[in-house]
């Protein structure tokens, strides 16, 4: 599905060459999803260095707007470790190989998985991480950030009768955990280590492991209850 394709580029860390094809991206957005436009707009309207720092301000900084998909279900449990095998291991069926530059959990590489498979399987895919879509929508809206829109799009596409709004509640009481305090208390805690312990892990898991511990963690999701929080 080439929205979700789309959705996927726009989450990514941005590259300087879509703004080369901004326009075909306006005109298959505006084709699929209209409502999108405005986002599209924005997102093109700041140059690219600006969107760059913008986008590591809101995915980089702190967990709760994680774009790993798993860190809002397992966190750093062992259940998360066979949550990433069995994720590699559909996307192996599926023919798609991976390299150590990102984790299987990755949103825009999930995405990107979901845009190659029929119709019926992205939409249920969708919906299996619909909870945690609608969980970032609802924390980049209260933020500021116009970037929710994508997570509503998803969610539209999934069929899904989740949206952003649906935890704005749940997550106006939360402690946010990218100020600047919050993240000073992550970095006085953390623990040297001198031997990495997987040498294919890439940077941004590094980073992951080391900034992310338990004082600043936000709610987590307990999909197995079916709920959103």
Aim: proline letters at 5%.
């Amino acid at each position: 599905m080439a929205l979700i394709k789309i959705i996927g580029l726009l989450l990514e860390y941005p590259d300087e060459s879509l703004w080369q094809h901004q326009q075909e991206l306006r005109d298959l957005v505006s084709a699929q999803d209209p409502a999108l436009l405005p986002f599209v707009d924005s997102y093109f309207a700041m140059p690219p260095l600006d969107r760059q720092a913008d986008w590591c301000a809101l995915f980089e900084r702190g967990r709760a707007t994680s774009l790993l998909l798993f860190e809002h279900v397992h966190a750093e449990s062992r259940d998360r470790g066979q949550a990433m095998v069995d994720l590699m291991a559909q996307y192996a069926r599926a023919g798609l190989e991976l390299n150590c530059r990102e984790l299987p959990d990755y949103l825009p590489l999930y995405l990107e998985y979901l845009s190659m498979q029929p119709e019926a399987e992205a939409q249920q895919g969708l919906l299996d991480v619909a909870p945690i879509l609608a969980l970032l929508g609802a924390r980049l809206n209260e933020r500021g950030s116009d970037f929710g829109a994508l997570f509503d799009a998803l969610l539209r596409v999934a069929n899904s009768p989740l949206r952003s709004a649906s935890v704005a509640a749940q997550v106006a009481s939360e402690t946010r955990d990218d100020t600047p305090a919050a993240m000073d208390a992550v970095w006085e805690e953390e623990q040297v280590k001198f031997i990495d312990s997987n040498a294919c892990d890439s940077s941004a898991q590094r980073q992951h492991q080391r900034r992310f511990r338990d004082d600043t963690a936000p709610q987590y999701l307990d999909l197995s209850a079916g709920g959103t929080a």
